[in-house]
């Protein structure tokens, strides 16, 4: 069974710090794909990324970016100089074998400060 | 890029009676959409998987006669939620696959319904 932990539950931290979002997981295929979204007050999902399991290269955007090590099954997001904007629950889920439901965690609310 | 539209986006209803949500694909077709619920601070359950032309596939411990799903085209897809009592009351959403080229699906989700029944 595929299982999704997102332990911090809630993150505060002050404008322009730089804030790291941890996610495990745990699979038995070797195939699977891990995403993050983003929830923000409104409610609606943002696509954030999507990284398959042979892909460990870490990657960057923007002021976002995703380490992703299968020795550990981690998936850690860290925004860069934060803003009050990226206040929003965020989501890490698991996809085995390209299908396409989701295994969500069970998110991680950010609220950035002033 | 791929548009998920759900309507209503917010709905109040009374104990008993029966609320329908919609969920479109606006530029692609779904012959499968995602139904989730999220409780106030809580995390998304997958509820059902909506089949085009066929019966819908319900999660367990997710009632089919309570919230009942019709996948009537290749780009609609419906939640009734039955009898709706208040611990109905909670967050939608839906979702649906778009096949890319590497042959991962990636989940475009709708803007939710909030459910409140009163």
């Known amino acids: 069974a595929q299982k999704v932990t997102q332990a911090q539950t809630e993150i505060s931290v002050v404008e322009k710090e730089d804030v790291t979002l941890d996610c495990v997981y745990e699979?038995?295929?070797?195939?699977?794909?891990l995403f993050w979204y983003k929830q923000p007050p409104s409610g609606e999902l943002v696509f954030l990324i999507r990284?398959?399991?042979?892909?460990?290269q870490n990657e960057i955007s923007g002021r976002y970016s995703w380490n992703f090590q299968k020795s550990t099954s981690s998936f850690n997001f860290t925004i860069t100089a934060s803003q009050v904007v990226d206040s929003a629950v965020y989501f890490c889920?698991?996809?085995?074998?390209?299908?396409?439901?989701?295994?969500f965690g069970k998110g991680t609310m950010l609220l950035v400060s002033p | 890029g791929a548009v998920v539209s759900q309507h209503p986006s917010w709905v109040i209803c009374k104990s008993g009676t029966s609320v329908k949500i919609e969920c479109r694909s606006l530029?692609?077709?779904?012959?499968?959409m995602f139904w989730y619920r999220q409780f106030p601070k809580q995390s998304l359950m997958l509820m059902a998987t909506?089949?085009?032309?066929?019966?819908?596939?319900?999660e367990q411990g997710v009632e089919k006669d309570k919230f009942l799903i019709n996948h009537a085209s290749l780009t609609l897809s419906t939640l009734t939620v039955t009898s709706a009592h208040p611990e109905d009351s909670s967050f939608y959403i839906c979702?649906?696959?778009?096949?890319?080229?590497?042959?991962?699906?990636?989940?475009?989700f709708g803007a939710g319904s909030r459910l409140t029944v009163l």
């Open positions: 889920a698991l996809s085995e074998r390209g299908y396409s439901t989701l295994t």
């Open positions: 990284r398959n399991s042979f892909d460990e």
């Open positions: 909506s089949n085009e032309g066929s019966k819908a596939t319900y």
């Open positions: 530029d692609f077709q779904a012959t499968t």
């Open positions: 699979t038995r295929d070797t195939t699977y794909y």
């Open positions: 979702s649906a696959p778009r096949a890319e080229s590497s042959g991962a699906n990636v989940l475009t």
